[in-house]
Nanobody
């Protein structure tokens, strides 16, 4: 059973920083993972993603240059470093991972959608 657990959320003033962490049990970091956020009344938004094999990253335009998604060297923890936070970054942040369908020594077949989600961590930025 896969379980993702986020931590590191909290309340900060505009211009401040937070680092979110996501640890996983029952999951091997072979497939793309990402951070999403949601505010009441809006759809969940993809914030940043990372490919566990190539370590290529992508960001939504509003966070480019301010947020950094990364993995630890052991590939057991996913991070989201958030700098220069603004009130528009307020929301519940979720860690997500795509499922691993098959794998070999150097290859992996991953699902096309994010199958596993954490419970979310609240980030509140005040002006």
């Amino acid at each position: 059973q896969v379980q993702l657990v986020e931590s590191g959320g909290g309340s900060v003033q505009a211009g401040g920083s937070l680092r979110l962490s996501c640890t996983a049990s029952g999951y091997t970091f072979r497939c793309p993972m990402g951070w999403f956020r949601q505010v009441p009344g809006k759809e969940r938004e993809e914030v940043a993603t990372i490919d566990n094999d190539t370590i290529m990253t992508s960001y939504t335009d509003s966070v480019t240059g301010r947020f950094t998604i990364s993995l630890d060297n052991a590939k057991t923890t996913l991070y989201l470093q958030m700098d220069s936070l603004s009130p528009q970054d307020t929301g519940v942040y979720y860690c997500a991972a795509r499922g691993l369908s098959a794998s070999g020594g150097t290859w992996a077949v991953c699902s096309s959608s994010y199958e596993y989600w954490g419970q979310g961590t609240q980030v509140t930025v005040s002006s």
